[in-house]
Protein backbone atom coordinates (compact mmCIF):
# COMPACT_ATOMS: atom_id res chain seq x y z
CA UNK A 1 0.00 0.00 0.00
CA UNK A 2 2.88 2.28 0.25
CA UNK A 3 6.52 3.49 -0.59
CA UNK A 4 6.42 5.35 2.13
CA UNK A 5 10.44 4.81 4.18
CA UNK A 6 8.64 6.63 7.19
CA UNK A 7 5.82 4.24 7.96
CA UNK A 8 7.37 1.02 6.73
CA UNK A 9 10.35 1.59 9.15
CA UNK A 10 7.88 2.10 11.89
CA UNK A 11 5.66 -0.62 11.00
CA UNK A 12 8.51 -2.93 10.95
CA UNK A 13 10.29 -1.46 14.34
CA UNK A 14 6.81 -2.01 15.89
CA UNK A 15 6.32 -5.67 14.81
CA UNK A 16 9.66 -6.76 15.36
CA UNK A 17 8.49 -5.61 19.04
CA UNK A 18 4.62 -7.03 19.31
CA UNK A 19 5.59 -10.20 16.89
CA UNK A 20 2.41 -11.08 15.56
CA UNK A 21 1.39 -13.47 13.26
CA UNK A 22 1.12 -11.39 10.47
CA UNK A 23 0.32 -7.57 9.17
CA UNK A 24 -2.32 -6.89 7.44
CA UNK A 25 -3.16 -3.23 5.71
CA UNK A 26 -6.80 -2.05 6.03
CA UNK A 27 -7.47 -0.81 2.40
CA UNK A 28 -10.83 0.90 3.08
CA UNK A 29 -12.81 -1.23 0.92
CA UNK A 30 -16.01 -2.81 1.67
CA UNK A 31 -15.05 -6.68 1.37
CA UNK A 32 -12.38 -6.04 3.80
CA UNK A 33 -14.50 -4.72 6.13
CA UNK A 34 -17.25 -7.40 5.55
CA UNK A 35 -14.46 -9.93 5.87
CA UNK A 36 -13.22 -8.55 9.08
CA UNK A 37 -17.30 -8.54 10.34
CA UNK A 38 -17.19 -12.33 9.51
CA UNK A 39 -14.10 -13.31 11.28
CA UNK A 40 -15.17 -11.38 13.97
CA UNK A 41 -18.63 -12.89 14.52
CA UNK A 42 -17.26 -16.30 13.71
CA UNK A 43 -14.81 -15.85 17.17
CA UNK A 44 -17.23 -14.22 19.37
CA UNK A 45 -15.58 -10.92 19.79
CA UNK A 46 -18.65 -9.57 17.71
CA UNK A 47 -22.06 -10.79 17.42
CA UNK A 48 -24.34 -9.80 14.25
CA UNK A 49 -27.49 -7.81 15.05
CA UNK A 50 -31.24 -8.79 13.13
CA UNK A 51 -30.26 -7.48 9.88
CA UNK A 52 -33.58 -6.67 8.59
CA UNK A 53 -34.76 -4.42 11.69
CA UNK A 54 -30.37 -3.18 12.20
CA UNK A 55 -28.72 -3.62 8.71
CA UNK A 56 -25.04 -3.76 8.98
CA UNK A 57 -25.15 -3.62 12.92
CA UNK A 58 -23.42 -5.61 15.52
CA UNK A 59 -22.82 -5.89 19.06
CA UNK A 60 -19.81 -6.34 21.38
CA UNK A 61 -19.20 -6.49 24.70
CA UNK A 62 -15.65 -5.43 26.25
CA UNK A 63 -14.52 -6.92 29.80
CA UNK A 64 -15.77 -6.07 32.59
CA UNK A 65 -13.48 -4.45 34.23
CA UNK A 66 -12.68 -2.23 30.86
CA UNK A 67 -15.84 0.05 30.18
CA UNK A 68 -14.70 3.62 30.39
CA UNK A 69 -11.64 5.97 29.31
CA UNK A 70 -8.62 5.54 32.67
CA UNK A 71 -7.50 9.19 33.26
CA UNK A 72 -5.57 7.43 35.82
CA UNK A 73 -3.66 5.69 33.86
CA UNK A 74 -3.25 8.34 30.89
CA UNK A 75 -0.15 9.91 30.34
CA UNK A 76 1.26 12.77 28.99
CA UNK A 77 5.22 12.51 28.22
CA UNK A 78 6.74 15.41 27.63
CA UNK A 79 10.59 15.96 27.93
CA UNK A 80 9.87 17.53 31.21
CA UNK A 81 7.08 17.43 33.89
CA UNK A 82 6.75 20.87 33.56
CA UNK A 83 5.41 20.86 30.12
CA UNK A 84 2.71 18.49 30.83
CA UNK A 85 1.55 20.31 33.69
CA UNK A 86 -0.30 19.63 36.82
CA UNK A 87 -3.45 18.41 35.65
CA UNK A 88 -1.79 15.53 33.66
CA UNK A 89 0.07 12.17 34.51
CA UNK A 90 3.83 11.99 33.73
CA UNK A 91 6.68 9.85 33.38
CA UNK A 92 9.89 10.47 31.50
CA UNK A 93 9.51 9.35 27.95
CA UNK A 94 12.75 7.43 28.32
CA UNK A 95 11.48 5.55 31.34
CA UNK A 96 7.98 5.19 29.98
CA UNK A 97 9.40 3.81 26.28
CA UNK A 98 11.23 0.80 28.31
CA UNK A 99 8.11 0.57 30.41
CA UNK A 100 6.07 0.05 27.42
CA UNK A 101 8.51 -1.98 25.31
CA UNK A 102 8.02 -4.51 28.02
CA UNK A 103 5.22 -4.68 28.08
CA UNK A 104 4.36 -5.22 24.29
CA UNK A 105 7.26 -7.05 23.73
CA UNK A 106 4.88 -10.34 21.66
CA UNK A 107 2.15 -8.93 23.34
CA UNK A 108 0.27 -9.90 19.32
CA UNK A 109 1.89 -13.32 19.51
CA UNK A 110 -0.26 -15.41 17.51
CA UNK A 111 -2.47 -12.30 16.32
CA UNK A 112 -2.73 -10.11 13.14
CA UNK A 113 -1.40 -6.89 13.29
CA UNK A 114 -4.02 -4.51 11.07
CA UNK A 115 -2.43 -1.34 9.79
CA UNK A 116 -4.97 0.91 9.51
CA UNK A 117 -4.31 4.40 8.00
CA UNK A 118 -6.41 7.17 8.60
CA UNK A 119 -7.31 10.94 8.33
CA UNK A 120 -8.87 13.36 11.00
CA UNK A 121 -10.88 15.95 8.74
CA UNK A 122 -11.68 15.64 5.02
CA UNK A 123 -8.98 13.82 3.06
CA UNK A 124 -6.69 16.23 1.84
CA UNK A 125 -8.59 19.61 3.88
CA UNK A 126 -5.99 21.95 4.98
CA UNK A 127 -7.37 21.22 8.50
CA UNK A 128 -6.44 17.62 8.32
CA UNK A 129 -4.43 15.90 9.39
CA UNK A 130 -3.38 11.45 9.49
CA UNK A 131 -2.73 8.78 11.46
CA UNK A 132 -1.73 5.30 11.40
CA UNK A 133 -2.95 2.72 14.08
CA UNK A 134 -1.47 -0.31 14.58
CA UNK A 135 -3.72 -2.48 16.11
CA UNK A 136 -4.33 -6.55 16.84
CA UNK A 137 -8.24 -5.72 17.87
CA UNK A 138 -10.84 -6.14 15.12
CA UNK A 139 -13.51 -4.36 17.10
CA UNK A 140 -10.90 -1.32 16.91
CA UNK A 141 -10.51 -1.82 12.80
CA UNK A 142 -14.32 -1.34 12.08
CA UNK A 143 -15.20 1.53 14.96
CA UNK A 144 -12.02 3.28 13.22
CA UNK A 145 -13.73 2.62 9.82
CA UNK A 146 -16.75 4.30 11.22
CA UNK A 147 -15.02 7.30 13.20
CA UNK A 148 -12.73 8.58 10.85
CA UNK A 149 -11.41 8.37 6.55
CA UNK A 150 -9.38 4.89 7.02
CA UNK A 151 -7.60 3.63 3.87
CA UNK A 152 -5.51 3.73 0.46
CA UNK A 153 -6.57 7.53 -0.33
CA UNK A 154 -5.45 8.46 2.85
CA UNK A 155 -1.86 6.85 2.10
CA UNK A 156 -2.19 8.32 -1.35
CA UNK A 157 -2.25 11.69 0.59
CA UNK A 158 0.20 11.03 2.65
CA UNK A 159 2.53 9.72 0.19
CA UNK A 160 6.24 9.96 1.04
CA UNK A 161 5.73 12.53 3.92
CA UNK A 162 7.04 11.52 7.41
CA UNK A 163 4.35 13.45 8.75
CA UNK A 164 1.86 11.60 10.70
CA UNK A 165 0.82 10.24 14.37
CA UNK A 166 2.22 7.10 15.06
CA UNK A 167 -0.13 5.16 16.71
CA UNK A 168 0.57 1.64 18.48
CA UNK A 169 -2.71 -0.29 19.93
CA UNK A 170 -2.39 -3.65 21.90
CA UNK A 171 -5.39 -5.59 23.62
CA UNK A 172 -2.65 -7.90 25.25
CA UNK A 173 -4.97 -9.55 28.28
CA UNK A 174 -6.62 -6.36 28.92
CA UNK A 175 -5.04 -6.54 32.61
CA UNK A 176 -6.40 -3.59 34.32
CA UNK A 177 -2.88 -3.77 36.36
CA UNK A 178 -0.82 -3.24 33.27
CA UNK A 179 -3.08 -0.50 31.08
CA UNK A 180 -1.56 2.65 29.96
CA UNK A 181 -2.70 5.07 27.68
CA UNK A 182 0.17 7.42 26.83
CA UNK A 183 0.84 10.46 24.53
CA UNK A 184 4.34 11.33 23.43
CA UNK A 185 3.07 14.72 21.80
CA UNK A 186 7.02 15.73 21.10
CA UNK A 187 7.19 12.36 18.83
CA UNK A 188 3.58 12.41 17.64
CA UNK A 189 3.14 8.87 19.12
CA UNK A 190 0.42 7.20 21.47
CA UNK A 191 0.56 4.11 22.57
CA UNK A 192 -2.46 2.25 24.29
CA UNK A 193 -2.27 -1.10 25.87
CA UNK A 194 -4.10 -3.33 27.65
CA UNK A 195 -7.95 -2.07 26.88
CA UNK A 196 -10.00 -2.76 24.18
CA UNK A 197 -12.59 0.08 25.12
CA UNK A 198 -13.69 3.30 23.39
CA UNK A 199 -11.73 6.66 24.22
CA UNK A 200 -8.63 4.06 24.99
CA UNK A 201 -8.12 2.60 21.83
CA UNK A 202 -9.87 4.26 18.93
CA UNK A 203 -6.52 6.42 19.03
CA UNK A 204 -7.89 8.83 16.48
CA UNK A 205 -10.32 10.51 18.88
CA UNK A 206 -9.29 11.83 22.27
CA UNK A 207 -5.37 11.06 22.28
CA UNK A 208 -4.70 12.20 19.11
CA UNK A 209 -7.60 14.52 17.46
CA UNK A 210 -7.77 16.17 21.00
CA UNK A 211 -4.36 15.58 22.66
CA UNK A 212 -1.86 15.30 20.37
CA UNK A 213 -3.60 18.04 17.98
CA UNK A 214 -4.17 20.84 21.05
CA UNK A 215 -0.04 20.14 21.46
CA UNK A 216 0.28 20.62 17.17
CA UNK A 217 -2.37 23.47 17.31
CA UNK A 218 -0.27 25.67 20.50
CA UNK A 219 3.04 24.93 18.48
CA UNK A 220 1.13 25.92 14.60
CA UNK A 221 -1.54 28.62 15.72
CA UNK A 222 -4.48 26.30 15.74
CA UNK A 223 -6.86 24.65 18.24
CA UNK A 224 -8.48 21.65 19.06
CA UNK A 225 -11.34 21.68 21.73
CA UNK A 226 -13.92 19.42 22.73
CA UNK A 227 -16.62 20.98 21.46
CA UNK A 228 -19.91 20.00 18.97
CA UNK A 229 -20.71 21.95 16.28
CA UNK A 230 -24.42 22.91 15.17
CA UNK A 231 -25.75 25.16 12.42
CA UNK A 232 -29.00 27.20 13.44
CA UNK A 233 -30.81 27.41 10.40
CA UNK A 234 -33.20 31.05 10.72
CA UNK A 235 -36.57 30.88 8.55
CA UNK A 236 -34.69 32.86 6.19
CA UNK A 237 -32.22 30.41 5.42
CA UNK A 238 -29.73 32.11 6.89
CA UNK A 239 -27.56 29.43 8.99
CA UNK A 240 -25.10 30.73 11.27
CA UNK A 241 -22.66 28.18 13.44
CA UNK A 242 -22.05 27.67 17.53
CA UNK A 243 -19.35 25.36 18.86
CA UNK A 244 -19.65 24.21 22.41
CA UNK A 245 -17.52 22.48 24.76
CA UNK A 246 -19.23 20.21 27.39
CA UNK A 247 -17.33 17.35 29.68
CA UNK A 248 -18.21 13.87 28.52
CA UNK A 249 -21.50 12.50 28.84
CA UNK A 250 -22.94 16.09 29.43
CA UNK A 251 -25.45 15.83 26.69
CA UNK A 252 -23.20 17.06 23.28
CA UNK A 253 -24.52 15.02 20.84
CA UNK A 254 -28.22 15.76 22.24
CA UNK A 255 -27.46 19.15 21.88
CA UNK A 256 -25.62 18.84 18.45
CA UNK A 257 -28.50 17.44 16.73
CA UNK A 258 -31.13 19.34 18.89
CA UNK A 259 -34.93 19.19 17.41
CA UNK A 260 -36.37 22.75 18.10
CA UNK A 261 -39.82 23.03 19.82
CA UNK A 262 -43.08 23.20 17.60
CA UNK A 263 -43.68 26.79 17.55
CA UNK A 264 -39.76 27.30 16.39
CA UNK A 265 -40.17 24.35 13.64
CA UNK A 266 -43.57 26.20 12.69
CA UNK A 267 -41.54 29.35 12.24
CA UNK A 268 -38.85 27.26 9.80
CA UNK A 269 -35.70 27.37 12.26
CA UNK A 270 -33.74 24.05 12.05
CA UNK A 271 -30.56 22.54 13.38
CA UNK A 272 -27.62 21.17 11.58
CA UNK A 273 -25.25 18.74 12.82
CA UNK A 274 -21.48 19.25 12.03
CA UNK A 275 -20.14 17.13 14.40
CA UNK A 276 -20.81 16.19 18.24
CA UNK A 277 -17.49 15.96 20.38
CA UNK A 278 -14.56 17.72 18.36
CA UNK A 279 -13.75 20.61 16.52
CA UNK A 280 -10.64 21.98 14.63
CA UNK A 281 -10.64 25.23 14.40
CA UNK A 282 -8.06 27.70 12.36
CA UNK A 283 -8.61 31.65 12.15
CA UNK A 284 -9.60 31.87 8.06
CA UNK A 285 -8.04 34.57 5.71
CA UNK A 286 -10.82 36.64 6.52
CA UNK A 287 -9.99 36.52 9.88
CA UNK A 288 -13.15 34.70 11.20
CA UNK A 289 -12.56 31.54 13.08
CA UNK A 290 -13.45 28.11 11.21
CA UNK A 291 -14.26 25.00 12.65
CA UNK A 292 -14.27 20.80 10.91
CA UNK A 293 -15.32 17.97 12.85
CA UNK A 294 -12.47 15.95 12.45
CA UNK A 295 -14.16 12.86 12.77
CA UNK A 296 -16.61 10.55 10.44
CA UNK A 297 -18.94 9.26 13.03
CA UNK A 298 -20.29 9.73 16.30
CA UNK A 299 -19.46 7.81 19.45
CA UNK A 300 -22.42 8.15 21.14
CA UNK A 301 -23.65 7.61 24.64
CA UNK A 302 -26.75 4.79 24.32
CA UNK A 303 -28.71 5.28 27.52
CA UNK A 304 -30.92 7.93 27.87
CA UNK A 305 -31.05 8.25 23.97
CA UNK A 306 -34.67 7.53 22.55
CA UNK A 307 -36.86 8.86 20.21
CA UNK A 308 -37.61 11.88 22.36
CA UNK A 309 -34.75 12.81 23.38
CA UNK A 310 -32.46 12.61 20.56
CA UNK A 311 -34.34 11.37 17.77
CA UNK A 312 -31.53 12.03 15.65
CA UNK A 313 -28.98 10.25 17.14
CA UNK A 314 -31.62 7.41 17.84
CA UNK A 315 -32.00 7.43 13.98
CA UNK A 316 -28.00 7.49 12.99
CA UNK A 317 -28.07 4.19 14.97
CA UNK A 318 -30.59 2.15 12.67
CA UNK A 319 -27.96 0.99 10.44
CA UNK A 320 -24.28 -0.07 9.87
CA UNK A 321 -23.94 0.90 13.72
CA UNK A 322 -21.65 -0.91 16.09
CA UNK A 323 -23.44 -1.02 20.13
CA UNK A 324 -20.75 -1.31 22.95
CA UNK A 325 -22.02 -2.95 26.25
CA UNK A 326 -25.53 -2.08 25.92
CA UNK A 327 -28.17 -5.09 26.64
CA UNK A 328 -29.89 -7.41 24.20
CA UNK A 329 -33.21 -8.05 23.08
CA UNK A 330 -33.10 -12.00 22.77
CA UNK A 331 -36.66 -12.03 20.77
CA UNK A 332 -35.81 -10.28 18.25
CA UNK A 333 -31.83 -9.82 18.51
CA UNK A 334 -31.95 -6.12 18.46
CA UNK A 335 -30.15 -3.85 21.51
CA UNK A 336 -31.97 -1.94 24.24
CA UNK A 337 -31.12 0.64 27.27
CA UNK A 338 -32.16 2.53 29.90
CA UNK A 339 -34.11 5.22 28.58
CA UNK A 340 -34.47 4.01 25.19
CA UNK A 341 -38.43 2.98 26.20
CA UNK A 342 -40.30 2.20 29.62
CA UNK A 343 -40.31 -1.22 28.15
CA UNK A 344 -37.62 -3.04 28.89
CA UNK A 345 -37.02 -6.59 27.27
CA UNK A 346 -38.15 -10.02 29.20
CA UNK A 347 -36.27 -11.90 27.30
CA UNK A 348 -32.59 -9.92 27.51
CA UNK A 349 -29.03 -10.59 27.90
CA UNK A 350 -27.58 -7.56 30.27
CA UNK A 351 -24.39 -5.87 29.16
CA UNK A 352 -21.83 -8.49 31.18
CA UNK A 353 -23.69 -11.44 28.94
CA UNK A 354 -26.00 -12.68 32.01
CA UNK A 355 -29.86 -13.56 30.25
CA UNK A 356 -32.35 -12.23 32.40
CA UNK A 357 -35.68 -11.55 32.95
CA UNK A 358 -35.47 -7.37 31.97
CA UNK A 359 -38.65 -6.89 33.41
CA UNK A 360 -38.12 -8.64 36.76
CA UNK A 361 -34.37 -7.46 36.62
CA UNK A 362 -34.49 -3.70 36.16
CA UNK A 363 -37.32 -3.61 38.73
CA UNK A 364 -34.68 -4.85 41.41
CA UNK A 365 -32.76 -1.67 40.47
CA UNK A 366 -30.32 -3.40 38.33
CA UNK A 367 -29.26 -1.70 34.75
CA UNK A 368 -29.39 -3.82 31.54
CA UNK A 369 -26.90 -1.68 29.71
CA UNK A 370 -23.24 -0.11 31.16
CA UNK A 371 -24.32 3.48 32.05
CA UNK A 372 -21.61 4.36 29.54
CA UNK A 373 -22.23 2.02 26.89
CA UNK A 374 -21.73 3.68 23.89
CA UNK A 375 -23.09 3.03 19.88
CA UNK A 376 -20.22 3.66 16.75
CA UNK A 377 -22.57 5.51 13.88
CA UNK A 378 -21.47 6.91 10.08
CA UNK A 379 -22.16 10.47 10.88
CA UNK A 380 -23.89 10.04 6.90
CA UNK A 381 -26.62 8.35 9.01
CA UNK A 382 -27.68 10.94 10.80
CA UNK A 383 -30.82 12.96 9.60
CA UNK A 384 -29.66 16.29 9.91
CA UNK A 385 -26.30 16.16 9.58
CA UNK A 386 -24.90 19.20 7.71
CA UNK A 387 -24.23 19.80 4.30
CA UNK A 388 -20.85 21.84 5.41
CA UNK A 389 -19.90 18.56 7.18
CA UNK A 390 -17.33 17.25 4.36
CA UNK A 391 -16.46 21.10 3.64
CA UNK A 392 -12.54 21.37 4.19
CA UNK A 393 -12.91 25.06 5.02
CA UNK A 394 -14.93 24.36 7.44
CA UNK A 395 -17.53 26.37 8.89
CA UNK A 396 -17.47 30.43 9.88
CA UNK A 397 -17.99 30.19 14.53
CA UNK A 398 -19.91 32.33 15.61
CA UNK A 399 -20.12 31.59 19.31
CA UNK A 400 -18.47 29.88 21.31
CA UNK A 401 -20.68 28.05 24.48
CA UNK A 402 -18.90 26.59 27.73
CA UNK A 403 -21.30 24.51 29.72
CA UNK A 404 -20.84 22.25 32.35
CA UNK A 405 -23.62 20.22 34.97
CA UNK A 406 -24.17 22.34 38.45
CA UNK A 407 -26.69 21.99 40.57
CA UNK A 408 -25.77 24.96 41.82
CA UNK A 409 -24.42 27.73 40.96
CA UNK A 410 -23.90 28.23 37.28
CA UNK A 411 -27.25 30.19 35.97
CA UNK A 412 -28.74 28.90 32.61
CA UNK A 413 -26.60 31.30 30.00
CA UNK A 414 -24.65 34.22 30.66
CA UNK A 415 -22.12 36.12 28.33
CA UNK A 416 -18.91 36.93 28.61
CA UNK A 417 -17.90 40.58 28.35
CA UNK A 418 -15.41 40.09 25.77
CA UNK A 419 -12.54 37.30 24.97
CA UNK A 420 -10.33 37.50 27.80
CA UNK A 421 -13.23 37.56 29.80
CA UNK A 422 -14.76 34.08 27.90
CA UNK A 423 -11.11 32.21 28.22
CA UNK A 424 -11.44 33.01 31.67
CA UNK A 425 -14.70 31.87 31.79
CA UNK A 426 -13.77 28.64 30.14
CA UNK A 427 -10.70 28.21 32.62
CA UNK A 428 -12.88 27.81 35.46
CA UNK A 429 -15.70 25.78 34.44
CA UNK A 430 -16.26 23.14 36.55
CA UNK A 431 -18.96 20.05 36.43
CA UNK A 432 -20.06 16.71 38.15
CA UNK A 433 -18.22 13.65 37.01
CA UNK A 434 -20.50 11.53 34.91
CA UNK A 435 -19.69 7.51 34.00
CA UNK A 436 -17.33 8.70 30.91
CA UNK A 437 -14.57 7.79 33.05
CA UNK A 438 -13.45 5.11 35.52
CA UNK A 439 -14.02 6.63 39.17
CA UNK A 440 -17.17 8.33 41.22
CA UNK A 441 -19.45 10.02 39.54
CA UNK A 442 -21.25 13.12 40.76
CA UNK A 443 -18.38 14.92 42.15
CA UNK A 444 -17.90 18.70 41.19
CA UNK A 445 -14.38 18.96 39.59
CA UNK A 446 -12.82 21.81 37.41
CA UNK A 447 -12.99 21.25 33.98
CA UNK A 448 -11.44 23.84 31.44
CA UNK A 449 -12.80 24.08 28.35
CA UNK A 450 -14.02 20.18 29.26
CA UNK A 451 -10.12 19.55 28.08
CA UNK A 452 -8.90 18.44 31.29
CA UNK A 453 -8.91 14.72 30.31
CA UNK A 454 -7.53 15.92 27.04
CA UNK A 455 -5.11 19.02 27.28
CA UNK A 456 -1.96 17.63 25.67
CA UNK A 457 0.45 19.90 27.48
CA UNK A 458 0.37 22.69 30.69
CA UNK A 459 -2.95 24.20 30.75
CA UNK A 460 -1.77 27.12 31.77
CA UNK A 461 0.23 27.52 28.73
CA UNK A 462 -3.27 25.70 27.03
CA UNK A 463 -4.87 29.15 28.31
CA UNK A 464 -2.14 31.29 27.32
CA UNK A 465 -2.64 30.07 23.52
CA UNK A 466 -6.25 30.91 23.92
CA UNK A 467 -5.37 34.18 24.75
CA UNK A 468 -2.93 34.17 22.24
CA UNK A 469 -5.54 33.07 19.26
CA UNK A 470 -7.93 35.80 20.66
CA UNK A 471 -5.22 38.61 20.28
CA UNK A 472 -5.23 37.41 16.53
CA UNK A 473 -8.72 37.67 15.92
CA UNK A 474 -10.02 41.68 15.10
CA UNK A 475 -12.58 41.73 18.36
CA UNK A 476 -15.87 42.84 15.64
CA UNK A 477 -15.39 39.22 14.18
CA UNK A 478 -14.18 37.12 16.97
CA UNK A 479 -17.05 34.29 18.14
CA UNK A 480 -18.85 35.63 21.37
CA UNK A 481 -18.46 33.73 24.36
CA UNK A 482 -21.07 32.54 26.52
CA UNK A 483 -21.60 30.08 29.54
CA UNK A 484 -24.39 27.14 29.65
CA UNK A 485 -25.68 25.42 32.64
CA UNK A 486 -28.54 22.43 31.25
CA UNK A 487 -28.38 21.16 34.69
CA UNK A 488 -29.60 23.32 37.66
CA UNK A 489 -31.73 22.21 40.42
CA UNK A 490 -33.94 23.04 42.74
CA UNK A 491 -34.13 22.57 46.75
CA UNK A 492 -35.96 19.02 45.74
CA UNK A 493 -32.96 17.74 43.21
CA UNK A 494 -35.38 18.35 40.28
CA UNK A 495 -34.29 20.09 37.13
CA UNK A 496 -35.56 23.48 36.84
CA UNK A 497 -35.02 23.89 32.68
CA UNK A 498 -36.64 21.33 30.41
CA UNK A 499 -33.41 20.68 28.35
CA UNK A 500 -33.40 19.32 25.44
CA UNK A 501 -35.24 20.99 22.85
CA UNK A 502 -35.81 23.83 24.53
CA UNK A 503 -31.88 24.70 24.64
CA UNK A 504 -33.02 25.85 21.26
CA UNK A 505 -34.31 28.65 23.40
CA UNK A 506 -30.82 29.51 24.80
CA UNK A 507 -29.58 29.21 21.79
CA UNK A 508 -31.63 31.96 20.01
CA UNK A 509 -30.69 34.32 22.90
CA UNK A 510 -26.78 33.46 22.17
CA UNK A 511 -27.08 34.24 17.98
CA UNK A 512 -29.62 37.36 18.66
CA UNK A 513 -26.93 38.71 21.56
CA UNK A 514 -24.14 38.24 18.85
CA UNK A 515 -26.47 39.86 16.27
CA UNK A 516 -26.50 42.78 18.44
CA UNK A 517 -30.31 42.22 18.67
CA UNK A 518 -31.14 40.92 22.28
CA UNK A 519 -31.04 42.76 25.70
CA UNK A 520 -29.05 41.91 28.54
CA UNK A 521 -28.14 43.30 32.05
CA UNK A 522 -24.83 43.19 33.67
CA UNK A 523 -23.87 41.59 36.56
CA UNK A 524 -20.85 40.88 38.29
CA UNK A 525 -20.63 37.56 36.47
CA UNK A 526 -21.05 38.85 32.85
CA UNK A 527 -24.29 39.64 30.50
CA UNK A 528 -27.51 37.69 31.79
CA UNK A 529 -30.38 38.12 29.26
CA UNK A 530 -33.29 40.59 30.06
CA UNK A 531 -35.63 37.74 28.58
CA UNK A 532 -35.12 34.18 27.51
CA UNK A 533 -39.07 33.39 24.79
CA UNK A 534 -40.40 30.82 27.07
CA UNK A 535 -43.54 30.72 24.19
CA UNK A 536 -45.54 27.33 24.57
CA UNK A 537 -43.31 26.73 27.74
CA UNK A 538 -44.69 25.51 30.74
CA UNK A 539 -42.79 26.57 33.06
CA UNK A 540 -43.15 29.34 36.00
CA UNK A 541 -42.01 33.14 35.80
CA UNK A 542 -40.64 32.20 39.43
CA UNK A 543 -38.16 29.26 37.91
CA UNK A 544 -37.38 31.41 34.89
CA UNK A 545 -36.07 34.11 37.27
CA UNK A 546 -34.31 31.60 39.88
CA UNK A 547 -32.50 30.10 36.31
CA UNK A 548 -31.40 33.35 35.81
CA UNK A 549 -30.24 34.59 38.47
CA UNK A 550 -27.16 34.18 40.95
CA UNK A 551 -26.21 33.90 44.59
CA UNK A 552 -22.88 36.32 45.46
CA UNK A 553 -22.05 33.90 48.63
CA UNK A 554 -22.26 30.80 46.26
CA UNK A 555 -20.15 32.01 43.61
CA UNK A 556 -17.89 33.93 46.32
CA UNK A 557 -17.47 30.56 47.30
CA UNK A 558 -16.80 29.29 44.09
CA UNK A 559 -14.15 32.30 43.20
CA UNK A 560 -12.31 30.52 46.36
CA UNK A 561 -12.34 27.83 45.39
CA UNK A 562 -11.24 28.64 41.58
CA UNK A 563 -8.25 30.46 43.05
CA UNK A 564 -7.13 27.26 44.55
CA UNK A 565 -7.28 25.69 41.35
CA UNK A 566 -5.31 28.32 39.96
CA UNK A 567 -2.56 28.10 42.40
CA UNK A 568 -1.56 24.79 41.13
CA UNK A 569 -0.13 26.49 37.91
CA UNK A 570 2.29 28.72 40.02
CA UNK A 571 3.52 31.32 38.00
CA UNK A 572 3.08 30.02 35.00
CA UNK A 573 -0.78 31.15 34.94
CA UNK A 574 -1.43 33.56 32.56
CA UNK A 575 -1.91 36.63 34.46
CA UNK A 576 -4.63 37.56 32.73
CA UNK A 577 -6.52 34.65 33.69
CA UNK A 578 -5.72 36.20 37.26
CA UNK A 579 -6.99 39.38 36.41
CA UNK A 580 -10.21 38.33 35.55
CA UNK A 581 -10.56 36.32 38.93
CA UNK A 582 -9.69 39.54 41.05
CA UNK A 583 -11.94 41.37 39.03
CA UNK A 584 -14.69 39.01 39.40
CA UNK A 585 -14.18 38.92 43.21
CA UNK A 586 -14.81 42.41 43.14
CA UNK A 587 -17.63 42.67 41.58
CA UNK A 588 -19.60 40.39 43.87
CA UNK A 589 -18.45 42.41 46.60
CA UNK A 590 -19.43 45.29 45.52
O1 LIG B 1 -14.53 7.01 25.41
S1 LIG B 1 -14.50 8.30 24.72
O2 LIG B 1 -13.41 9.11 25.25
O3 LIG B 1 -14.29 8.09 23.29
C1 LIG B 1 -15.95 9.11 24.93
C2 LIG B 1 -15.91 10.20 25.92
O4 LIG B 1 -15.51 9.99 27.05
O5 LIG B 1 -16.31 11.32 25.56
MN1 LIG C 1 -16.15 13.60 24.42
Redesign the pocket.
Known sequence: MTNNTAVKTWIDEMAAMCQPEKIVWIDGSEEQLEALRAEAVSTGEMIKLNQEKLPGCYYHRTAVNDV??VEDRTFICTPTKEEAGPTNNWMAPDEMYAKLKALYKGSMNGRTMYVIPYSMGPVGSPFSKIGIELTDSIYVVLNMAIMTRVGQAVMDQLADSPDFVKCLHSKKDVNPEERYIVQFPQDSTIWSINSG????V?LG??CFALRIASYLGMKEGWMAE?MLILGLENPQGEVKYICAAFP??CG?TNLAMLIPPKYLRDKGYKVWTVGD?ISWLRIGPDGRLYAINPEAGF?G?APGTSEKTNFNALAATKKNTIFTNVAINNADNTVWWEGLDKNPPEDATEWKGARVNGKEYTAEGNKLAHP?S?FTAPAINCPCISKEFENPAGVPVTAIVFGGRRAKVAPLVYQARDWQHGVFIGATMASETTA??AGAVGVVRRDPMAMK?FAGYNMADYFGHWLEMGKKMDPEKAPKIFHVNWFRQDENGDFMWPGFGDNMRVLLWILDRCAGKADAVESPIGYLPKEIDTTDLDIDDGVMKELLSIDNDLWLEDVANAREYFAQFGNRLPKEIMDELNKLEANLKK
Open positions: ARYGGNLKKHSAKDFVNRAAP
